[in-house]
């Protein structure tokens, strides 16, 4: 009986499919061959371990003694002398001071009481820059404020028109601005007093001396309602031209 062949089972068509893996697979083999690394291991001879026994010393176990001093005795009471009182003690009775009803209370009415009002003592002078109701220039209007100010510029215009300023160039004076300071009070009638002056010349401390008693009388100024005495100081400023 003759075996039949299958057409499947032919290998011919595989073989360079075959050869091509078998290729592969020994370069593979050979590739891991060249890369492989081994390592050279050694073992020495193990160190010689003591088998003797170790001694142990038994240390004993010591306490610290504090040594405690007793503590020092008590000082000695003080000697306490007895002394015998011979003298007598006179026992004082004191009264009592609580009313009977027996007792007459005299009542004494007194007559009305007059209330005095000690008045707040008020500076003789007062400066010009604190009074309450500053002294008005004749012809000044308006508020306080602005009566204030109007006293100012009247005295300074006063000044500028009856200064004689031709005797700072007389004087032969150093040339640039001189200043002559005048100091005076408004009394309690309005009046000027007690006016002086200070400056770089006499002449000249004379001269403001001189026009600020041209000033007009004026109404005095007032301190709680009440007329006082004001202070002014008044700075006079001349420039000397050479």
């Not at 089972?9 to 091509?20: D, E, G």
């Not at 050979?30 to 291991?41: A, C, P, Q, S």
């Not at 309450?132 to 209007?141: F, N, R």
Request: hydrophobic fraction near 35%; include cysteine.
């Amino acid at each position: 009986m003759l075996a039949k062949k299958s057409s499947k089972a032919r290998l011919s068509p595989y073989r360079k499919l075959f050869f091509q893996l078998g290729l592969v697979l020994t370069l593979l083999l050979v590739y891991i061959g060249l890369e492989w690394k081994t390592v050279e291991r050694y073992i020495g001879e193990l160190e010689q371990v003591s088998t003797e026994t170790e001694e142990f010393i038994d240390i004993p176990i010591t306490q610290r003694i504090l040594e405690i001093k007793p503590p020092p005795p008590p000082p000695a009471p003080e000697k306490i002398e007895i002394v015998t009182n011979d003298e007598d003690i006179i026992e004082t009775v004191l009264e009592s001071t609580e009313t009977d009803e027996s007792e007459f209370v005299e009542v004494t009415e007194y007559e009305d009481i007059d209330e005095i009002i000690e008045e707040e003592e008020i500076l003789k002078d007062i400066p010009f820059a604190i009074i309450e109701e500053a002294p008005v220039y004749p012809g000044c209007k308006g508020t306080k404020e602005e009566l204030k100010k109007c006293l100012q510029d009247k005295i300074n215009k006063h000044v500028q028109k009856n200064f004689k300023t031709q005797i700072a160039q007389e004087l032969g004076l150093t040339e640039g601005k001189k200043k002559v300071y005048v100091q005076f009070k408004i009394d309690k009638t309005g009046e000027i007093v007690d006016i002086r002056a200070r400056g770089p010349h006499a002449r000249l401390e004379k001269e403001a001396i001189r026009v600020v008693k041209l000033l007009p009388q004026m109404t005095p100024g007032k301190q709680r309602t009440k007329p006082v005495r004001v202070s002014y100081t008044l700075p006079v400023t001349l420039v000397v031209i050479q």
